[in-house]
């Protein structure tokens, strides 16, 4: 009882800091997952609907990404963006931008993968019939977008639940700088850090009901596609 | 057909960089945010966060803080990733100053390391004179101490006292090197009922069932740092900024809030300011 209404207390009451950070989280996922999105499924698809030289390598090496763990893609990120690394002088550590960053490099591979597995059980099947139409080359990528758009929605929905669930990666590069860079995970680690379970678990719930708002929302839109 | 992939690929990649550069292009004028990097005692103790809205209120500047152990706080520093370290390592502080990082190093305040463990002391660590002492009794007791392990402040500190009674403890059956944050390290403590050194600050504001069994002796004595790094290293560091914050903090505001901080909650004060 006291967990519900401390979780009340977090979502409606008077601290704005919680609805600050559910702000950055969602930002920050958001974000994430558009650009994983942008460059994993047209990536995908390349990868799944043709046959090239080299076909085979490029499958092993997003495979072998799709098991980078979070924190080897945090380190990556740290060092590029640190002052003393390449980037340094775009001063993104410890922001928004730079969690984006460290995210997209970890679900990227996770999108052209699975996106590549979908469209390529289908891909002899549809690529004869858009032959057999006279649709060639490039311009096939806009039947695939389109053909296989509803579960699309579900492998970008995945792609989200990675980038909201990740703590490892934006603890290095984002910092947990509060107002700023602290995002429900890095919060509940913290509050994890300071013996505080019960604020702890709160705030993980609450994740979960965020997530699980965002689920229903996307699958109605999903639902709608489908009925089109 | 096939030779289009590789330029579709090209194409997308750098409309995607485009994109993400878009993203970062929301810059705050630098010189009005500090990048400071303390070690967790002063951010999980919760001061910082108090501190915080005062002198940005008083100055202007924003704060940006991250925390981790000493080391990895300094290391930032060294990095050109922090403006101003507020740290309490005076081996791992000297180090860095010789290498030439250092613009000002003004140590502030200090508080103690205290000695907690389980409730019914089985070590009889309570009442011992110094710090040695009770690391001494640990020792010949056999009795589980749990180490930071984790190059901080307070794992320095540690390693300090083993020093001074020539005792190694790495590698005994009593004796846990975790590599843990000193939140992690006194839950793994509570759980373990073991021993093990802490900052006070910390200690306090941590929940747990763990009881402080020794407190306050000369050999306890934990003194924290600001240092401003230096803009001879890093040409961007804000130096400017890192001075404000170690004049701010000299203020009699800022005396009396960090002296009245806790008192409240704990009915004493968590950290003491230096003359």
């Known amino acids: 009882m006291e967990l519900i209404n401390s979780i009340f207390e977090l979502l409606f009451g008077t601290d704005p800091e919680l609805r600050q950070i559910i702000a950055v989280t969602l930002r920050m996922s958001l974000f994430s997952t558009l650009f994983s999105s942008l460059i994993g499924i047209p990536a995908g698809v390349l990868l799944g609907a043709n046959d090239f030289r080299g076909k085979p390598f490029l499958t092993r090496l997003v495979n072998t990404l799709l098991g980078l763990p979070p924190v080897v893609a945090g380190l990556l990120v740290l060092l590029l963006l640190s002052r003393s690394g390449p980037l340094g002088s775009f001063r993104l550590l410890y922001t928004v931008e730079a969690m984006v960053i460290a995210q997209v490099l970890l679900i990227t591979p996770f ?58 990666a934006v603890q290095m590069v984002g910092g947990n700088v509060q107002f700023k860079t602290r995002v429900m995970t890095t919060a509940i680690m913290m509050q994890t850090n300071m013996g505080r379970f019960d604020f702890a678990i709160a705030l993980g719930v609450t994740l979960l009901l965020i997530s699980f708002l965002v689920n229903s929302i996307v699958n109605r839109i999903q639902k709608a596609v489908s009925d089109d | 057909m096939k030779s289009n992939n590789p330029r579709n690929i090209l194409i997308l990649t750098v409309i995607s960089i485009l994109l993400l550069s878009a993203v970062g292009c929301a810059q705050e004028p630098v010189n009005k945010v500090i990048r400071m990097s303390t070690t967790t005692s002063v951010n999980d103790s919760g001061l910082m966060a108090y501190l915080q809205p005062e002198f940005e209120k008083a100055t202007g500047y924003t704060l940006e803080i991250t925390s981790a152990g000493t080391g990895a706080a300094i290391e930032k520093g060294r990095m050109g990733d922090a403006d101003i370290l507020l740290v309490h390592s005076k081996s791992a502080e000297e180090e860095f100053i010789a290498e030439g990082f250092e613009e000002v190093r003004v140590p502030f305040m200090y508080n103690f390391f205290v000695i907690v463990g389980p409730a019914d002391d089985p070590a009889g660590v309570a009442g011992s004179a110094t710090a040695a002492e009770a690391f001494q009794k640990i020792a010949d007791t056999g009795s589980l101490f749990i180490s930071r392990g984790d190059d901080s402040g307070t794992n320095n500190k ?79 560091s804000n130096v400017e900024g890192a001075q404000a914050f170690v004049d701010w903090i000299k203020t009699e505001q800022a005396r009396k809030m960090i002296a009245e901080y806790g008192v409240a909650e704990y009915g004493e004060p968590l950290f003491f300011n230096l003359d």
């Open chain 1, 111 to 168: 999108i052209s993968a699975m996106t590549a597995n979908l469209v390529g059980v289908n891909a002899k099947v549809i690529n004869e019939t858009l032959v057999g139409v006279g649709i060639h080359g490039p311009k096939r990528l806009k039947y695939f977008l389109l053909d296989f758009r509803v579960p699309f929605i579900s492998i970008i929905l995945a792609g989200f639940g990675r980038s909201i669930a990740e703590v490892g």
């Open chain 2, 158 to 236: 540690e390693n300090a006292i083993w020093k001074s009674i020539e005792r190694d403890p790495a590698g005994q059956t009593w004796y846990e090197s975790v590599g843990q944050g000193m939140g992690q390290t006194l839950t793994i403590a509570n759980e373990k009922q073991a021993y093990t050194l802490s900052d006070k600050a910390t200690f306090l504001a941590h929940d747990n069932s763990l009881v402080m069994h020794l407190e306050e002796t000369d050999d306890m004595k934990n003194t924290y740092s600001m240092i401003i790094v230096s803009a001879k290293r890093f040409a961007e």
